[in-house]
């Protein structure tokens, strides 16, 4: 049974289409931006301030119209120079944390399908993600070699270097879970814990890299029961993206084979919430969901004998 509201479930006109080039709403041209407008309320010129990032006036230029990734020291010792206010400061540490997520990744345009690409600048810039997941691990928390058997499953006919570039995309999504932030809150349903997924050994793999993400602080992994969850699982998966950079609050990911959705409307966004807050509520506490874990990792070492 789903828990999703039929009006949620028909909803379709908050949907944010993924239209035009993400480069061009890049944080790395909204640092610049604001490093121009601080630097033009102030009444200095680019020469007055190329001393102060130990550079020329193009490369001050250079930052301000985003054309070269931020240094966390340049952009430190002109917040600095500006005196800007301590709120600020953190909008402008949020926007060079983003920028350099979103850098990472141009490299793998050509493997990244369109909807797909906002949705790794967003989780660079989020301060908490909350994802359901009804038959796979999710993306963030996957091993190569399990993410390498979805792939090929989803991509029939891609080269091996497709493949290979498409598994290395979603390694390198991985690299926000070495910061503090975002927050990641997983809750996985049971059934992703028997589908064995690659064979014993590429799931064991997973299964106990699980336990090892969820000793993180900023990470917590939770079962949903089958004998919890029957009335609360929706039969898709969800992602609640958490922002306080200034920017929307928060807004709800529904991927699709091909297409995904960006709903922000707090009405939709509400009822979502409300989903996720029956299954946290339906989720085995770490203790229990570690035991879960456990045993699922024991009856692969048992199939490998």
Request: glycine share 6%.
């Amino acid at each position: 049974m789903s828990a999703v509201p039929k009006s949620v479930e028909a909803a379709t006109a908050s949907v944010i289409a993924m239209k035009g080039d993400p480069k061009q709403a890049a944080a790395a041209r909204l640092l610049g931006d604001q490093l121009r407008r601080l630097r033009q309320e102030r009444g200095l010129g680019l020469k007055d301030v190329a001393p102060v990032i130990r550079g020329s006036v193009s490369k001050v230029s250079r930052l301000e119209r985003g054309e070269s990734p931020p240094k966390d020291r340049d952009v430190q010792d002109l917040v600095r120079f500006y005196r800007v206010s301590p709120e600020l400061a953190h909008e402008i540490e949020g926007l060079v944390q983003q920028a350099r997520n979103e850098e990472w990744w141009q490299q793998y345009l050509d493997v990244t399908p369109g909807f797909l690409k906002r949705l790794i600048s967003l989780e660079g810039a989020a301060a908490k993600i909350c994802t359901y997941e009804t038959h796979v691990v999710p993306g963030l928390l996957q091993t190569p070699a399990y993410a390498r058997v979805l792939v090929q499953a989803a991509m029939p006919g891609a080269t091996m270097e497709e493949i290979d570039r498409r598994v290395a995309l979603r390694m390198g999504r991985q690299r926000i879970l070495d910061q503090q932030r975002p927050a990641v809150v997983a809750l996985l349903d049971e059934g992703v814990l028997h589908r064995c997924v690659g064979g014993p050994d590429v799931m064991r793999e997973q299964l106990e890299r699980l336990q090892e993400l969820a000793g993180l602080d900023h990470v917590n992994i939770r079962v949903v029961p089958f004998k919890r969850g029957v009335d609360v699982t929706p039969s898709y998966p969800i992602s609640h993206l958490y922002f306080d950079d200034g920017g929307p609050a928060e807004l709800v990911y529904l991927e699709h084979i091909n297409s995904a959705q960006y709903l922000t409307r707090p009405k939709e966004i509400d009822q979502y919430r409300s989903v996720l807050d029956r299954l946290r509520d339906a989720a085995s506490r770490w203790e229990e969901s570690n035991a879960l874990l456990a045993t699922a990792i024991g009856r692969c070492r048992s199939d490998q004998v």
